[in-house]
């Protein structure tokens, strides 16, 4: 998991994950999301919109967005993160306009799309596994297919100019702010302040557009953090919270344990675990292909 500015290694991704709650979050890539069980709601700015199995979301860059899950039954998504320059002739509109309603039904989803995707799948999976993702014929091949993907989704949504109101501001500006400084000691007042806002002003943006609270907020962008150092660095876990920004470890805990449903250190062990039976997997793969 990431911080709330989700920086990526490479400038395209594609994966299929289970639905799950997602905070708030923005980057500079374009992100289509195709439901392939289940459903859930995609928040981008202040909107909620409902998306069902077939249906395929398509987020512009720099978009706040985040994912609400109100289905007991989990459903399975996949996710196409990419820079905008594989978008081509595209990739101007990409940063000029936004889509009025983001979401483009199955029964208006050409056949096209769900090929592209499949298709764009299995060859990043392919060239990560060979490590040739950055070769250039891969890189057009990857172009074309995203293009296709666009040719057959714009004509669907209605795209307007960016909005620049001080509303849609100061949700930017907010999470902006906490993804730089949760690391550190902020709280609603300090953050008020240092955004020239009211804290009631500050308030109403994580009530109405992220229907969460403050203190929920931030506490679940550090524990994201938190996951991401558990899992990527040797800290130990009393480096880990305190790097994370968590003021005590009984709340780190106490956050962890709700959304988790283990301890820290029996999650670090899982992944271990993880890690080594992938390991053996691969090879396993290796050598018996030789």
Do not use: W
Request: net charge negative.
């Amino acid at each position: 998991m990431k911080p709330v500015f989700e920086p990526f290694e490479d400038d395209i991704e594609i994966y299929k994950k289970n639905i799950e709650h997602t905070p708030p979050h923005l980057h500079g890539f374009i992100e289509l999301i195709y439901i392939s069980e289940g459903s859930m709601e995609i928040g981008v700015g202040q909107e909620l919109y409902h998306m069902e199995k077939g249906d395929l979301s398509v987020i512009f860059p720099g978009q706040i967005q985040h994912v609400q899950v109100f289905d007991a039954d989990k459903g399975t998504a996949m996710h196409l993160i990419a820079s905008p320059a594989y978008a081509g002739s595209f990739a101007d509109t990409l940063m000029t306009k936004v889509p009025v309603y983001p979401v483009i039904e199955s029964n208006n989803l050409h056949k096209d799309i769900k090929y592209a995707l499949d298709a764009l799948y299995e060859e990043i999976s392919d060239s990560k596994e060979k490590s040739v993702g950055g070769d250039v014929s891969n890189k057009i091949l990857y172009q074309s297919f995203i293009s296709l993907i666009l040719i057959r989704t714009l004509p669907f949504l209605k795209l307007v100019e960016r909005n620049e109101k001080e509303n849609v501001d100061l949700i930017y500006r907010t999470v902006s702010y906490i993804a730089r400084n949760f690391t550190g000691p902020i709280s609603l007042s300090s953050m008020a302040k240092d955004l020239y806002v009211s804290p009631f002003a500050i308030s109403r943006v994580f009530s109405g557009t992220f229907h969460t609270n403050f203190n929920k907020y931030l506490n679940e962008t550090r524990l994201n953090y938190a996951l991401s150092l558990l899992r990527y660095s040797n800290q130990t876990i009393t480096e880990v919270y305190e790097n994370a920004g968590f003021e005590s470890q009984r709340t780190f805990n106490r956050v962890f344990v709700e959304k988790i449903h283990m301890s820290p250190r029996e999650y670090r062990k899982s992944i271990k675990l993880e890690m080594e039976k992938n390991s053996d997997e691969q090879f396993a793969s290796i050598h018996g292909n030789i």
